[in-house]
């Protein structure tokens, strides 16, 4: 029998809770201060703060405006942060306070037809936007065993691709292209052409001209309807430019979630990994082939794996431009694409000086799932077409010497008959969207005209 007086277990149990609220209440160093700051990190004793957590750095003389800045690692017991805007205003003994959260992008239907920066906030000028929930930038890697098959054609309006380079929902495909060689006017026809429900458009370190005129002559108004724009111009810190990558991706997962068809279109990755270049060089990484680090590779996969289609509906069909430095095809950002890509296109500058556009070079590009999407006509017409390109390249001085002689190689008299036809149904102006039925026709005709 319980003979302990009542008011005595009360109060038992009253310290009992306390206890467990004590324990509960964090210890750790919530204030931290600056030891220093090289231009890009600022390096700080505290606050004890996790990796991506977000601090606020109040300045000494405003101390009512704070500086977000973002923790990136960790060197001799101190903290190592990167700010999210410029820096001005800080000393030692400016404060730093952490949030406790990491960044997290606001998401909603209300970003349709909208352009916002990295963080969600509009800079269009159209008034706030009103978020439904917000998505993390950084999520884990898809269950491969959650992910449907890549069987179903994407219509692209772009006839070169449409017939030779075919693409299907959910795939991931690169845009591999010197400077001024038509790359940003290829993303802009798959932005009006691509058959999607949603396309989400990050510009990421462009120049600040190259935002308006895109969305402008590249978009329109019709596709910026249902596009959704993020853009990190070059100007802004490489922290910024990096989550701007991360929030396209989380907003093209949101509507993915909602069982829509996505497309998602980078430009470009490039200049995602020289910021995440930046970042590494900054913390402390070594440098490895052309100063890169090695959490530029690193990052590269993880970023990619998001896009593709789900059993349960919905899908991102990713297109990545990368800009080829020097024209090297084998230069290392260049190469890790199109390693971790189902495929790439390839634009020649000598088809651009040429006035061919796009400038296409279809026998050094490929689409890795075109064979499990296209009949076996669709196929052997892009065969074929592929075989006559082929022989003319390869006999191209010869022919331009005038060396070549007619009755001697019946391919090669085909392949050169054939050349003005097979150009002008891959010569496509910008506007001219063509459909995957009427693009396939007019190859067909090509071919048959030059075989007769």
Request: net charge neutral; charged share 20%.
């Amino acid at each position: 029998m319980n003979t302990m007086p009542r008011s005595a277990t009360s109060m038992s149990a009253m310290r009992e809770r306390l206890r467990r609220g004590v324990e509960r209440i964090p210890v750790g160093r919530q204030l931290g201060r600056i030891v220093s700051y090289n231009g890009l990190v600022i390096e700080a004793i505290g606050p004890q703060a996790r990796l991506g957590e977000l601090c606020l750095i109040e300045s000494d003389q405003r101390p009512t405006q704070t500086i977000t800045a973002e923790v990136v690692g960790f060197r001799r017991e101190r903290t190592l942060l990167m700010p999210y805007a410029r820096v001005a205003g800080i000393s030692t003994n400016s404060l730093i306070r952490a949030s406790g959260h990491p960044m997290s992008v606001p998401v909603g239907s209300a970003l349709l037809g909208r352009v916002i920066d990295a963080f969600g906030r509009p800079l269009d000028g159209h008034g706030p936007i009103a978020a439904e929930t917000a998505y993390p930038p950084y999520r884990e890697p898809i269950n491969p065993m959650l992910r449907a098959p890549i069987d179903r054609v994407l219509d692209t309006g772009v006839r070169t691709v449409d017939t030779l380079l075919t693409l299907g929902v959910g795939q991931r495909m690169g845009v591999l292209a010197g400077s001024g060689v038509g790359k940003s006017t290829l993303l802009g026809m798959f932005a009006r052409g691509v058959t999607a429900d949603v396309t989400v458009l990050a510009l990421i370190g462009e120049r600040g001209r190259e935002v308006g005129d895109f969305i402008v002559h590249a978009l329109g108004v019709d596709g910026l309807k249902r596009s959704v724009v993020v853009a990190a111009t070059a100007d802004e810190p490489a922290l910024v430019r990096t989550h701007a990558a991360y929030a396209a991706h989380a907003i093209a997962e949101f509507f993915r979630d909602r069982g829509l068809s996505v497309l998602l279109i980078v430009d470009s990755m490039t200049r995602f990994a020289m910021a995440q270049r930046e970042i590494g060089l900054a913390v402390g990484e070594p440098p490895t082939f052309r100063g890169y680090t090695p959490s530029v590779f690193a990052k590269l996969p993880t970023l990619l794996e998001r896009c593709g289609p789900l059993r349960d509906g919905g899908a991102i069909t990713g297109v990545y431009s990368v800009l080829v430095e020097g024209d090297d095809m084998n230069e290392p950002v260049t190469d890790h694409m199109r390693a971790i890509l189902d495929g790439h296109i390839v634009l020649d500058r000598d088809l651009a000086a040429r006035g061919h556009h796009p400038a296409i070079d279809v026998l050094n590009s490929a689409s890795r799932l075109m064979h499990h999407l296209v009949d076996d006509a669709g196929w052997a017409l892009a065969a074929t077409a592929r075989e006559r390109m082929a022989i003319y390249e390869a006999s191209r001085d010869l022919i331009e010497m005038g060396a070549h002689q007619r009755g001697v190689n019946a391919a090669l008299d085909a392949a050169i008959d054939g050349k003005p036809a097979l150009d002008h149904v891959l010569r496509q102006a910008p506007q001219a969207i063509s459909t995957r039925a009427e693009a396939r026709r007019m190859l067909a005709e090509a071919l048959r005209d030059a075989s007769a």
